[in-house]
């Protein structure tokens, strides 16, 4: 990929700059389909990844209606104003079909999108290597190369998405309403086992009050569960985005965490293992895709997928026939 | 494989005449985790094909307590009375961890278990090839090979295993119990649109009154659901287990379920494509594990690990690395 290698050094020195133009583009070179963009898209992380890692990866979830934008809107305001650089990049199940009607991108965070210290990005579940986590994964990477210190990885609480964005952050917060469903009962299995820290919302006027016995309950249960293995104790907390109120403090817990963290060593621990699973995940769906590729083994496949549905052969058998052939193709092929 | 033909000989004699013990060692082979085992249960299903695919496989689902081991013991009574052979195959995802303690299967269905037209068997979810689904589905043939008209598929409400089963079987029934949590805000999503058939259960004494309610909720909202595109059109029973009401009602719909599909050839053709599935899903378990069987692969691994921890090297470029070796090692052994 010769041609491409005055592209390559160009990207890198754009993001390395923190040209927030060039930033867009990689993403979009990572989110596409198209082999040609996702050539040049491997390329450019090859040559940014000693550059990468120096953020502070923030996972934020919680249940539409929750007001996640509107806390993000002012926990990006408390960031940028202690003179730190944050990127929001927004996980939406829901763009591929509703055109991202579940979070409505295009009106939210809006002072933070003017914020030259913010960038927010959305991005769409794709069909692209490694799903929705795949390029995540990969735009989390590009952003730290461009110098923001700050990823907060917003996901909507619906779906498998949680546990995507728990293996690519280091800290993750769970918002939660008072009186909306959001109470032991509803909220979803796994969730709270997964948060480092849980704020009930729109804890302002008349909504005070179930906001301090939704804190105090989830505080209780918290007791029942497992200490994480990490030492950390999961804090509940209440907050009003609209107010400002308690959003300095959830700032300052994250920063507490991450120097917890870093001084028993466990926040490289986890971001290693987080790197071991990256890749891991990534090689089994090149492997998934790769027999793909092969024109023999495709019709080795339409023909075994014959003998199968009138029963002259086992599932079983065909499978490993088909296997044999795809390990003929690769060899024939060197 | 020659030292074993004569057995995978006996093995088919003693399963095509209906050899409870011979069948019941067949599926202790297709769950073994040993080498040896799975070589021997391939055999047997090569040789055994032809004589399988002949039952009415029917999933049977619904939350722990609901009575789904009263129901079958009912329901499997009307079958064997009508002279029809049943095999009931339990796939119980506890059972690796409590040994059996959700199902309690020791206590259960105990008429059942005394008949001589009947055949029960509870799958532990294993680490076996293709997972629980993989040798449920096994265990299906070796059945169906054995004589079994009536192939009962039950798994306990909870995780992901009805998916699974919804893929095996010919008609899905799910079973509800009116006023605990079962209605129409409770019931886990995605299920109602995979059943067939929906009974509430218990519908007897104080709690007809009840059960009907739940009838009507459930009757009212399918007809919002999108009809099947079998044309088919799901049905609400109520039934007794314990009283045998509405056991034979739901027997002859079932019944009626199949003329139908039959008669339009939909009964084949969803056959098929579950053959086709599952054809897919044995080859891509094989495929994920092949790369396991070489020692260059795991150590190519190893060291690429390395490099994508200490941010040498990207996850995409070390999985495409490790592919490659995979590749070479593939041919080498050739």
Redesign the interface.
């Known amino acids: 990929m010769n041609s491409s290698r005055l592209q390559v050094e160009e990207y890198k020195k754009g993001i390395l700059s923190g040209n927030r133009v060039m930033l867009a583009r990689a993403i979009t070179l990572v989110e596409s389909t198209l082999p040609d963009d996702q050539n040049l898209a491997?390329e450019i992380?090859?040559v940014i990844?000693?550059y990468?890692?120096n953020s502070l990866r923030i996972g934020i979830t919680g249940s539409p209606g929750v007001g996640k934008s509107t806390f993000i809107e002012s926990f990006g305001k408390t960031i940028t104003e202690s003179g730190k650089k944050i990127a929001v990049l927004t996980v939406d199940p829901s763009s591929q079909i509703t055109r991202g009607s579940i979070l409505g991108d295009k009106t939210r965070m809006e002072e933070l999108g003017k914020n030259p210290m913010a960038f927010i990005r959305t991005t769409p579940s794709g069909q692209t290597?490694g799903g929705i986590a795949g390029h995540t994964?990969?735009t989390i990477?590009l952003c730290e190369a461009a110098g923001f210190e700050i990823i907060v990885i917003e996901t909507v609480g619906v779906g498998q998405s949680e546990f995507s964005v728990k293996s690519m952050v280091d800290f993750f917060l769970l918002l939660m309403l008072a009186g909306s469903g959001d109470d032991l009962q509803g909220i979803k299995k796994g969730i709270i086992e997964m948060a480092d820290a849980m704020a009930v919302t729109k804890a302002d006027g008349e909504n005070i009050k179930r906001a301090n016995a939704t804190m105090a309950d989830f505080q209780q249960a918290l007791h029942l569960l497992q200490p994480q293995s990490s030492g950390w104790t999961p804090k509940v907390v209440t907050c009003s985005a609209i107010h400002s109120k308690g959003i300095v403090d959830i700032w300052n817990m994250i920063q507490q965490f991450k120097k917890e963290m870093e001084s028993s060593h466990l926040f490289e621990i986890n971001r290693?293992n987080q790197?071991?699973f990256?890749?891991d995940?990534?090689?089994?769906?090149?492997?998934?895709m790769?027999?793909l590729k092969f024109p023999s083994v495709q019709s080795k496949?339409d023909a075994?997928?014959t003998l199968?549905?009138t029963?002259?052969?086992?599932?079983?058998?065909?499978?490993?026939d088909?296997?044999d052939k795809?390990?003929?193709a690769?060899?024939s092929?060197?």
Chains 1, 2 share one sequence.
């Open positions: 491997g992380l090859d990844i000693p990468t890692g290597l994964r990969e990477l290693q790197q071991s990256w890749f995940e990534h090689f089994q769906t090149l492997l998934a790769d027999h496949r075994l997928k199968v549905q029963k002259k052969i086992s599932a079983r058998k065909a499978a490993q088909l296997l795809y390990h003929q690769v060899s092929k060197r």
